[in-house]
């Protein structure tokens, strides 16, 4: 890889022109400096020139240099102890001297692997693989001076593309420069650099790396008004993102509260639901009972008419015999027996009867279940004021998701909240049906009441008119037993009696009929009240669940209270911290405008303390390229003077 000499000092040249700035031609002391550091591949500097320009005239300078020369002019130079003296009559004065000892303000390090093994730039020509080229530039705190906070540094590095394939940057702007990927790095005044570059390389070479430094004064003139309108609506969008956070916070609260109510009442409410289910398992076991007591008395109905039947065939005998005018003692003893028979199962029946109408009805039912620790009115009244409450509760939740639906994402607080109404809902319509069940109780225990009055009625008027009977009968076997020779009387009286003993038979025989209709009729009480009993088993388990869900409906809403409370108060700090952010943004602004612009203090000379009236200073530091040996070719030289140009370029040779 040859080096383009000439080229690279016409480029010099060019941008020391174009950097230099403007000086007052009656300033013949005022000077612009030039410092060409030369490195090796590793960074490490190796000598520095520095390139003084001057406007023509009597020129005094100083500097430490170990040699000095003339560019532009054939002008005599003149070195005494430091100080260099020129008189020219050109416009531009041109010198060169070479530094003794002078530190300058980066320390930069190179390092070169390949394969993740270290190689140096000698080792690493010509070489094949992956290689990471390493890039250090940090503050040399040898360097006195304020070139470090106060100089921008542009580096380049140019990877032949024959040579070098998948490169890669990170942070480096990449261009193509003919078969070149040119890698350049910006580097702000005081900061440094810290990187690598990544390639895969064969018979790897590389051209000379460059980094030149310039002091940077920027001049920035940013309309900030639309950054700071933006600003402003942020701050207005903080402030109504606070406002609605505190709304949100305070409907929440509302929530919480209600939602404490609600959890209370099922709580309630689901203790009575035990309490009615312990009563309604109390009142089934009592139906029971009486549904045995009812088939016991039906079952001695057949007893009862046939009975009745017997002393019906007695009569219906007597009447016979009497007919046959045929009577004995034994008929008759038995005609008293059988009647005291009927009338003590008439006695049983109508104690039985009275028994039944004693613990049949609505209050008996109500006392029985007050017995077992249910006030069945009070339930009735708490199941009102449990639906008067879910009612409101429902009201409340409605009025909540109206003001959360003027929010953006609260769709599933919403949602929730939805169907809390739901279950809440499904709590009235059980509790109406519990109310409901209690008032079909009511009227179905006062119709059999009413039926079993009646009932009672009855039995009571049959033994009334029966013990009449019997002591008719007893009177007339008595009456047969003292006047069995007035069979012809007799008779007639059987005959009678027979004739109305025959109504008797029948009401008897209805009477028993209506037992046995009453019996039957009281299974559907008894099914009915077990069907009470297993709707208020689900009521049971329904109002735990209600109640269960009310108590994490409860943690959910205090957890929602939570965290709109965080809500709140992050909007709140956020709102407090963003009300005065104009200020901040300029000032923070005007911070970064200094830190990229670097200090604005007096451009001093790099060369010499003694040096005033500095315009400007420049670095132009450049490493060895990275080459392959190559064969050494003999050349014949000619001898010849040089000339002003083959001067200045033989600086880069």
């Known amino acids: 890889m040859k080096k383009k000499q000439a080229a ?10 174009n ?16 410092v060409y550091v030369n490195m090796q591949s590793d960074g490490e500097v190796e000598n520095i020139d520095v390139v003084n320009i001057f406007d023509g005239g009597e020129i005094t300078d100083y500097g430490n240099y170990s040699s000095v020369k003339m560019l532009t002019t054939t002008d005599k130079i003149n070195q005494t102890d430091g100080t260099i003296t020129i008189s020219s009559d050109s416009d531009k004065v041109y010198y060169q001297g070479s530094l003794i000892h002078a530190e300058i303000p980066w320390d930069i390090s190179i390092q070169y692997f390949l394969d993740g093994k270290e190689y140096t730039p000698e080792e690493i020509a010509g070489k094949s693989g992956a290689l990471e080229i390493k890039i250090k530039i940090t503050k040399n ?3 006195k001076g304020s070139y470090y906070k106060d100089y921008a540094l542009q580096t380049s590095f140019s990877l032949d593309t024959n040579l070098c394939s998948n490169i890669r940057a990170n942070g480096a702007t990449i261009a193509n420069v003919g078969a070149d990927k040119q890698l350049s790095y910006t580097i702000l005044p005081g900061k440094g650099l810290d990187t690598s570059i990544y390639a895969d390389v064969k018979n790897f070479e590389m051209d000379a790396a460059t980094i030149n430094g310039v002091k940077l004064n920027l001049n920035l003139d940013i309309d900030d008004e639309e950054l700071t309108e933006k600003v402003e609506q942020f701050v ?3 402030q109504q993102l606070d406002n609605g956070a505190t709304k949100l916070y305070n409907g929440t609260d509302d929530l919480k509260d209600g939602s404490g109510e609600l959890n209370t009442g099922l709580l309630t409410l689901n203790s009575g639901a035990v309490d009615l289910n312990t009563g309604i398992t109390n009142l089934q076991k009592g139906v029971s009972s009486m549904q045995k007591g009812l088939d016991t008395l039906d079952s001695q109905s057949s007893n009862l008419t046939a009975g009745s039947a017997e002393v019906k065939k007695a009569l219906n005998t007597i009447q016979q015999n009497l007919n046959a005018v045929s009577i004995t003692a034994d008929e008759l003893k038995q005609l008293t027996t059988a009647s005291g028979e009927i009338k003590n199962g008439i006695s049983n029946l109508s104690d039985g009867i009275a028994s039944l109408k004693k613990n049949l009805g609505y209050a008996q039912y109500k006392q029985a279940m007050a017995q077992n620790g249910l006030d069945v009115d009070s339930l009735k009244n708490q199941n009102q004021q449990a639906i008067n409450n879910c009612s409101s509760q429902i009201a409340a939740l409605k009025k909540t998701i109206a003001e959360l639906e003027k929010q953006e994402g609260l769709e599933d607080q919403i949602s929730d909240l939805k169907k809390q109404i739901n279950s809440l809902e499904n709590t009235i319509q059980i509790l109406s049906v519990n109310n409901a069940a209690i008032g079909g109780t009511e009227s179905y225990l006062d119709n059999v009441s009413a039926g079993v009055d009646e009932l009672y009625n009855g039995i009571t008027s049959l033994e009334t008119e029966y013990s009449k009977f019997d002591s008719a009968v007893s009177e007339l076997v008595a009456t047969l037993t003292n006047l069995v020779p007035k069979l012809s009387a007799l008779t007639d009286g059987v005959n009678q009696l027979v004739a109305r003993y025959e109504e008797l038979d029948n009401g008897v025989n209805s009477y028993t009929d209506g037992v046995t209709a009453i019996a039957g009729g009281y299974k559907q009480i008894v099914n009915g009240v077990a069907s009470l009993a297993s709707g208020s088993k689900e009521l049971v388990n329904g109002s735990a669940q209600l109640s269960s869900g009310s108590g994490e409906l409860y943690d959910g809403v205090l957890a929602l209270c939570d965290g709109a409370k965080d809500l709140s108060d992050g909007t709140g700090q956020l709102s407090s911290e963003t009300s005065k952010m104009n200020d901040k943004l300029q000032d923070e602004m005007d911070d970064i405008l200094d830190s990229i612009g670097g200090e604005k203090t007096e451009t001093k000379s790099f060369v010499s303390k003694k040096n005033k009236h500095v315009e400007s200073v420049q670095f132009v530091m450049k490493t060895e390229a990275i080459e392959k040996p190559e064969v050494p070719v003999r050349e014949t030289v000619q001898k010849t003077s040089k000339s002003v140009w083959e001067k200045l370029t033989s600086l880069f040779k």
Do not use: F, H, R, Y
């Open 8 to 17: 690279a000092a016409i480029l010099i040249i060019a941008s020391i022109s």
């Open 19 to 34: 950097m230099a700035l403007p000086v007052d031609a009656a300033a013949s002391t005022s000077k612009e400096e030039v």
């Open 141 to 143: 705190k040898a360097c």
């Open 236 to 238: 207005d969008a903080a």
